[in-house]
Structure formats: C-alpha cells, structure tokens
C-alpha cells in the first residue's frame, strides 16, 4: 500500500512537470499580470443567455474577458457541474455562444481566465473562462454547468489572445473559427472538446502547444489560410512553411502521409493522434523529444535508404551512436535491442501500454548492449517489471533532481551473481529506498 501511495505521487508530480514547465509557467503568469489592464474596474454585459464579464485596458481601448456564466432557471446557480440525473433540464442550457464584439465601446482582443489571485509560483492548474479548474495531469477538463449544451461559438473579430485552458470541457462544441490576429494556441485551450470536427486556424498563428486539442477525437478537419507565414496542411498533418517540419497531427485522423519534404517530426507531434501505423522515409534525420508517442501508434517502421535510423525488433536507433528514438511496446512489453547502446532522454514510447493515464509498461527489458541512460525514465507502475541484462550497471548520465534518473517503485530483476552491485547502484542515485526488499529479483 505504501509502495503505491509513493508511486502515484511520483507520477503525478511528474506529470504536473510535463504540463507546466517552470519556463512557461513563469512567462503566462507575467502575461497575466500585465500593466495595461485596468483590473480595479469590472464591466458586466448580457449576450444569448450569458453574462460576460470583463477588465478593460487602462486606454479604454481593449477588453479582456475573464469570465462567462450563465444561470440554468432548475437551479438558479451560475456555472455548476451538470448532474447526471437532470438530463431532462439539459435543453434549458444555451447551444449558441456568441462573444460580444466590444464592451462599453473598446474591442475584444483578450479571453481567459483572470489568474491573478494565484501566485505564480505555485499556477500549476488554469481554469478555463468559466471559472471552473483544468487539471490535464487528473484527467480533468473542466466540463460544467455552463457548457453542456454549447454547439457553436462566434468570436469578436479582433481577438489576439487565447489564454490556457479557455475553452476546456466545452464538449458538445464542434466547430471553431478563430480569429487571424491569434498567434498562439495555449495549452489545454480546448482540451476535452469531445465533439469538435473543425477548426480554422489563424492567419497569423505561430506556436500551438501540444495539449492544445487534447481529447479531441473527432477533430479531422483543419483548414489554415495559404498566406500563414509559419505552417501549411499536407494530408492530416501541420507542416511547418517550408515542408521540412512536421509539427503536428490532426488528432480526427487514423490515417496520414508525411510528406517526402519532411526531414524533422516535432516534440509531441503524434501525441493527440489516432495514427496506428507510420512509415519514416529516407529523408527523416531528425526525431526530437517525445515526438512519436502516440496513444494509438503501433507500428513504426523505417525507409531501407535512411542513413540516419534504422529498426531492430522494437526499437527506432540512431545508427551512429545506437541511441535508442522510438520504443514499440507489444503486449505492454518493450523489450530493448541489443543495437542499443544508449537510452536517451529524448526516446519515445508508443505502442500497446497499460491504459492508465500515463500510458505504463508492464515489462521494460534492457539489453546488456545498453552503456549509458541519459535521463531516461519510461513511465512504469506498481505492478511493472524492469529486467537489466548486464553484470554491471549501466552510466547514468544527466541526472534531473525533480524525478528519478532509472525506474523505481516497480519490481526489479538482476542477473543473480550481481545483485549486490545493482543495490548500491540505485543507493548511490539516491533511490535504493523506492525499491521495496521483497521486489529485489534474480535470474
């Protein structure tokens, strides 16, 4: 019971790290805190059952709204979560949201919650803008009162900024339009979006973080105007302008084509998708961090003429220095080449996993060919199983103090001539006591 309580500790602070790096983090809080805005002052104004309520600049020339609610006349309460037994009162909820165009004569160019009671330091959730709290790493997307009908929703013309989680839980949403002044699409921005099939992406968008469109399933349709200066579409996927980026996968898709342009896929490029299967051709040099692991990705394989990866049994390796890129679990299995050298911080993990919300394995087999682990820490559980093959541990290079450097809180086999030494390898990194006695193992 102990082991598990650490463990689910441990992965969600992980998690919490993956979601709000402390370099974003920072730099949303600021945003936030912007001088411009007059937050002294507040402006209510009703639209098509809603009420909006905003902060305008200090020139009166901008608004910013931080908050929607709406009241269900069942309840008279604003925005509280919709109970599962009240679906005959569901139909009183709104199915349009319009935004409002200006407020007290100044344009809308900000929506997103106001953040500013948290103090930066500790902003590792958001809310979305109606006030209620989105929580990636606990598979909450804020779905609530205010929301549950929703269909279709028209932004004001000059909106620029999307804030994090803004539209999260809005699940019965199915198509977005949004407007060309936005550059970037925040993380969790629509998040949950179950039932979103169509988006229109801004003219001028530059950045999509990775979570933005996560849950959402359906959403195969995306269209970007030809005079975006950053990204064109190619066959279900975002390629950067010049072809030679793929940045992102429509996540509606089970099937795409990468284009023989593209020579790097993206950090958590397939991390949304539906893609089962992916052919890397030869002009592929370049796989950064995380970039293949998709939930539904089972099968990778890679061009003959690529000189830069190559494939043995479940592994993608870079030829050069037998780094492993991708790990293919079959059966909740990775077991690691002997063409492997090196686990790398940056490798993906993708294939058939525990069907847990970190997407665990069940067995990690680590060749004895493995020198080095640079950081590398695939995600494993309680009832996982780490096998290391060699008579001596491998380097641990990179170390990260906000999470282990090898797996812990896991059982462990060792060959059984070299158990002693595996016991002061994980006590010389600090984690000998995340390993309970009896998940000591030999063979």
Same mark, same amino acid.
């Given at each position: 019971?102990?082991?598990?309580?650490?463990?689910?500790?441990?992965?969600?602070?992980?998690?919490?790290?993956?979601?709000?790096?402390?370099?974003?983090?920072?730099?949303?809080?600021?945003?936030?805190?912007?001088?411009?805005?007059?937050?002294k002052k507040k402006y209510t104004v009703l639209k098509g059952g809603f009420r909006f309520h905003a902060y305008l600049s200090k020139d009166k020339k901008e608004t910013w709204i931080y908050f929607v609610e709406t009241r269900s006349k069942a309840s008279g309460k604003s925005n509280e979560y919709p109970r599962e037994e009240s679906a005959s009162k569901v139909k009183q909820a709104p199915s349009q949201l319009h935004f409002?165009?200006?407020?007290?004569?100044?344009?809308?160019?900000?929506?997103?919650?106001?953040?500013?009671?948290?103090?930066?330091?500790?902003?590792?959730?958001?809310?979305?803008?109606?006030?209620?709290?989105?929580?990636?790493?606990?598979?909450?997307?804020?779905?609530?009162?205010?929301?549950?009908?929703?269909?279709?929703?028209?932004?004001?013309?000059?909106?620029?900024?999307?804030?994090?989680?803004?539209?999260?839980?809005?699940?019965?949403?199915?198509?977005?339009?949004?407007?060309?002044?936005?550059?970037?699409?925040?993380?969790?921005c629509f998040y949950g979006c179950k039932k979103l099939r169509e988006v229109k992406l801004p003219k001028r968008l530059s950045n999509i973080r990775w979570t933005c469109f996560e849950d959402c399933p359906r959403l195969s349709k995306v269209t970007l105007p030809k005079s975006?200066?950053?990204?064109?579409?190619?066959?279900?996927?975002?390629?950067?302008?010049?072809?030679?980026?793929?940045?992102?996968?429509?996540?509606?898709?089970?099937?795409?084509?990468?284009?023989?342009?593209?020579?790097?896929?993206?950090?958590?490029?397939?991390?949304?998708?539906?893609?089962?299967?992916?052919?890397?051709?030869?002009?592929?040099?370049?796989?950064?961090?995380?970039?293949?692991?998709?939930?539904?990705?089972?099968?990778?394989?890679?061009?003959?003429?690529?000189?830069?990866?190559?494939?043995?049994?479940?592994?993608?390796?870079?030829?050069?220095?037998?780094?492993?890129?991708?790990?293919?679990?079959?059966?909740?299995?990775?077991?690691?080449?002997?063409?492997?050298?090196?686990?790398?911080?940056?490798?993906?993990?993708?294939?058939?996993?525990? /069907?847990?919300? !970190?997407? #665990? +394995?069940? &067995? $990690? %087999?680590?060749?004895?060919?493995?020198?080095?682990?640079?950081?590398?820490?695939?995600?494993?559980?309680?009832?996982?199983?780490?096998?290391?093959?060699?008579?001596?541990?491998?380097?641990?290079?990179?170390?990260?103090?906000?999470?282990?450097?090898?797996?812990?809180?896991?059982?462990?086999?060792?060959?059984?001539?070299?158990?002693?030494?595996? /016991?002061?390898? !994980?006590? #010389? +990194?600090? &984690? $000998? %006591?995340?390993?309970?006695?009896?998940?000591?193992?030999?063979?």
């Amino acid at each position: 019971m102990e082991k598990k309580r650490l463990w689910i500790m441990a992965v969600l602070v992980f998690a919490c790290l993956v979601v709000s790096a402390a370099d974003v983090k920072a730099g949303r809080a600021e945003s936030w805190r912007m001088k411009k805005w007059n937050m002294k002052k507040k402006y209510t104004v009703l639209k098509g059952g809603f009420r909006f309520h905003a902060y305008l600049s200090k020139d009166k020339k901008e608004t910013w709204i931080y908050f929607v609610e709406t009241r269900s006349k069942a309840s008279g309460k604003s925005n509280e979560y919709p109970r599962e037994e009240s679906a005959s009162k569901v139909k009183q909820a709104p199915s349009q949201l319009h935004f409002p165009q200006r407020i007290k004569g100044a344009k809308v160019t900000k929506i997103g919650a106001d953040m500013t009671f948290v103090p930066k330091d500790e902003l590792d959730f958001y809310q979305n803008v109606f006030g209620s709290w989105v929580e990636y790493a606990h598979d909450s997307d804020g779905y609530c009162n205010a929301v549950r009908n929703v269909r279709t929703m028209t932004f004001p013309r000059s909106l620029a900024e999307l804030d994090e989680s803004a539209f999260s839980g809005m699940r019965k949403l199915t198509k977005v339009d949004i407007p060309d002044a936005v550059k970037t699409l925040e993380y969790e921005c629509f998040y949950g979006c179950k039932k979103l099939r169509e988006v229109k992406l801004p003219k001028r968008l530059s950045n999509i973080r990775w979570t933005c469109f996560e849950d959402c399933p359906r959403l195969s349709k995306v269209t970007l105007p030809k005079s975006n200066r950053n990204f064109t579409t190619y066959r279900g996927t975002l390629l950067s302008k010049d072809k030679e980026k793929l940045v992102w996968v429509f996540p509606g898709k089970k099937d795409i084509e990468i284009s023989d342009t593209v020579n790097s896929i993206k950090t958590y490029a397939f991390i949304n998708s539906q893609v089962a299967a992916v052919h890397l051709g030869k002009n592929i040099v370049n796989l950064e961090q995380h970039c293949l692991a998709g939930k539904k990705l089972k099968d990778v394989t890679v061009d003959t003429g690529n000189s830069v990866f190559a494939r043995d049994g479940q592994c993608i390796y870079r030829r050069s220095d037998g780094a492993l890129a991708v790990g293919i679990a079959t059966k909740k299995e990775l077991i690691i080449s002997d063409c492997i050298t090196k686990l790398p911080e940056n490798a993906s993990l993708c294939g058939d996993l525990i /069907k847990d919300p !970190y997407c #665990s +394995l069940k &067995v $990690l %087999d680590i060749s004895a060919s493995v020198k080095e682990i640079h950081a590398f820490c695939p995600v494993v559980s309680v009832s996982s199983r780490v096998c290391y093959r060699g008579n001596e541990p491998p380097k641990v290079i990179g170390i990260i103090s906000s999470r282990a450097p090898v797996p812990v809180f896991c059982e462990v086999y060792v060959p059984k001539d070299v158990l002693e030494i595996y /016991k002061k390898w !994980y006590e #010389s +990194l600090g &984690v $000998l %006591d995340f390993i309970e006695k009896g998940d000591w193992h030999t063979f």
